[in-house]
């Protein structure tokens, strides 16, 4: 079994700064692209960010020169630290990977479970 395991929401101010973990575990023999996505009330799920498994790294015109994704190939962990936060940047926040599990010779898309992040006016 493979999972996601994401941590890091809260409430902050506008202005203020949050930093979003997510974990891989389970059976993995490899992971290639990395990435979070978001989900407001009443809107359709988005792209933030992603990471290809050599660090390129892509980012929505709406977070560029905000947001910043890394990831820790050793601990199969992939961060986004969000600065200059937004109210519009309020969602759900959701981790995602491209994982080839041991002993499957394709890979998955998985997500992780959401985590939330509100930023006050």
């Known amino acids: 079994q493979v999972q996601l395991v994401e941590s890091g929401g809260g409430l902050v101010q506008a202005g203020g700064s949050l930093r979003l973990s997510c974990a891989a575990s389970g059976s993995i023999f490899s992971i290639k692209a990395m990435g979070w996505y978001r989900q407001a009330p009443g809107k359709q799920r988005e792209v933030v960010a992603g990471?290809?498994?050599?660090?390129?790294?892509n980012y929505a015109n709406s977070v560029k020169g905000r947001f910043t994704i890394s990831r820790d190939n050793a601990k199969n962990t992939v961060y986004l630290l969000m600065n200059s936060l937004r109210p519009e940047d309020t969602a759900v926040y959701y981790c995602?990977?491209?994982?080839?599990?041991?002993?499957?010779?394709?890979?998955?898309?998985?997500w992780g479970q959401g985590t939330q992040v509100t930023v006050s006016s």
């Open positions: 995602n990977a491209d994982i080839r599990p041991i002993g499957v010779p394709f890979s998955y898309d998985y």
């Open positions: 990471i290809a498994s050599g660090g390129s790294p």
